[in-house]
Every structure is written in structure tokens, then in C-alpha cells.
């Protein structure tokens, strides 16, 4: 079944230490990118890779890092992590970037920090 | 200033009855691509009807349908006969041609009654 997986679903953690929200997808797309999404903001571009080794930000990088060592993953990760980075975060990846592409998302991690 | 403007925060409708749910976009690429997406209380992000820019006809699948108007730069999503499964956040999003971001209004949730 063609997906974007990312783990884990939930996850609780204290302020400052560090972690990582993996994402993988089987559908050999390149482009790949991470959302988070908060109440009254929508899905907001924290980072996105057109292809192995190509990151880039999007518009709230502020407090994240990614890589792409691989075609298939694109881990999400928090250094640092504060209270304000509390957000439901989403996975996606794309085929092209054609306008007439979309994302496939992942089913999403809450993500909680105290 | 906004790419995706969602003017409803929230709508009721009763079941079997038709609801509209108002998106516009801003955009001076002539290439791009509008996205409705779906989102349950469960947080999965689902795909629901793509409308590209250069389509003559408006994009239909199943009870959704998109009332595409260019020169009004709107393309507002038509959910026919309303079911109570219906009820959820509805993202309007645009991707522009040879961008990697899907760029995402604030959601409209809707609620179905029986």
C-alpha cells in the first residue's frame, strides 16, 4: 500500500530534550516536506526536500533541523525542544512539483512538550 | 497577505442537504493547482478533489464537486446530500507551479446534524 508513515503517533516529552520524529514513504517520491498544524494557524511549511541531500526552510523553521540521506526518509528533528513547539505535526511527500501535484500526508504526531 | 482565505470557520448543515464551502486564493502564476482536503477528528489528512488552473471543466468526484471561478480566483468545494461521516475540518490549499508548497487555508470545520 502506497504511504507515508511517521512515528511515533503521540509522543510526551520535557522541555530541552532532544528527539526525532521519524517519516518514511514507499512511493519513491522526491519531494518531501514537514507541516505543523495549530488551531486557527492551519498546516504551516516548517521544512521541505526536493530530492536526497536538498533541504530547505519553509516558513517556521525556527527550532527544527532536517536531512535526507535517503530517497524513502526525511526525519523531523528537535534539538531543543520548548513548550511552544507543542503541535500536531504532519508528514508529506509528492511526486513533483507541478501545480497538479498534491501530498500524501502521513497520519500525523501530536506532539506534546511540558 | 494570505494565499488561501477560508471565510467560515464553522458550518452546520442537516443531513441529505447540500453545503458549500467558500475558498479564495491569490495568486499571479498562471499554473497552479487547488487542493481540498478532509480532516476527521482522527487528524489523518485525506485527499478529497484537485482543480487545476488551466481545467475547463469544474473537478467533480463523487458528492464533491469544485465551483472553480478563475476570474474570481475562488474554488469553493460542494459537498452534495451531506452525510453525518461528513462532519470534520476542511482545508482548501493551492500549490503553484514549481513550488513545493502546498499552501493551506485555515480550515472550515463543518458539522452535519441528523
Known amino acids: 500500500e502506497a504511504q507515508v508513515t511517521q512515528n511515533p503517533r503521540y509522543l510526551i516529552t520535557v522541555t530541552g530534550k532532544k528527539l526525532t520524529v521519524t517519516c518514511s514513504q514507499n512511493?519513491?517520491?522526491?519531494?518531501m516536506s514537514w507541516y505543523r498544524q495549530d488551531p486557527g494557524l492551519g498546516l504551516r511549511q516548517i521544512y521541505y526536500s526536493m530530492n536526497v541531500e536538498v533541504t530547505d526552510k519553509g516558513d517556521v523553521p525556527e527550532g527544527y533541523k532536517v536531512s535526507r540521506k535517503e530517497k524513502r526518509n526525511f526525519p523531523l528533528i528537535l534539538e531543543s525542544p520548548s513548550p511552544n513547539q507543542t503541535s500536531l505535526y504532519f508528514c508529506a511527500s509528492s511526486l513533483g512539483n507541478t501545480g497538479k501535484t498534491g501530498y500524501t500526508f502521513g497520519s500525523g504526531t501530536r506532539l506534546t512538550v511540558v | 497577505a494570505q494565499k488561501i482565505t477560508q471565510t467560515q470557520p464553522g458550518m452546520f448543515v442537516q443531513e441529505k442537504e447540500a453545503v458549500t464551502l467558500d475558498c479564495t486564493y491569490d495568486t499571479s502564476d498562471p499554473s497552479y493547482g487547488l487542493f481540498w482536503y478532509k480532516q476527521p477528528s482522527s487528524g489523518e489528512m485525506i485527499f478529497l478533489i484537485y482543480?487545476?488552473?488551466?481545467?475547463?471543466q469544474n473537478a467533480t468526484e463523487g458528492r464533491y464537486s469544485l465551483n472553480f471561478q478563475k476570474a474570481r480566483k475562488s474554488a469553493n468545494l460542494v459537498i452534495s446530500a451531506s452525510q453525518l461521516g461528513d462532519s470534520a475540518m476542511y482545508f482548501c490549499a493551492m500549490r503553484e507551479e514549481g513550488y513545493s508548497t502546498l499552501t493551506f487555508g485555515k480550515g472550515t470545520m463543518l458539522l452535519v446534524s441528523p
Open positions: 482543480q487545476g488552473s488551466y481545467d475547463q
Open positions: 512511493m519513491n517520491h522526491e519531494y
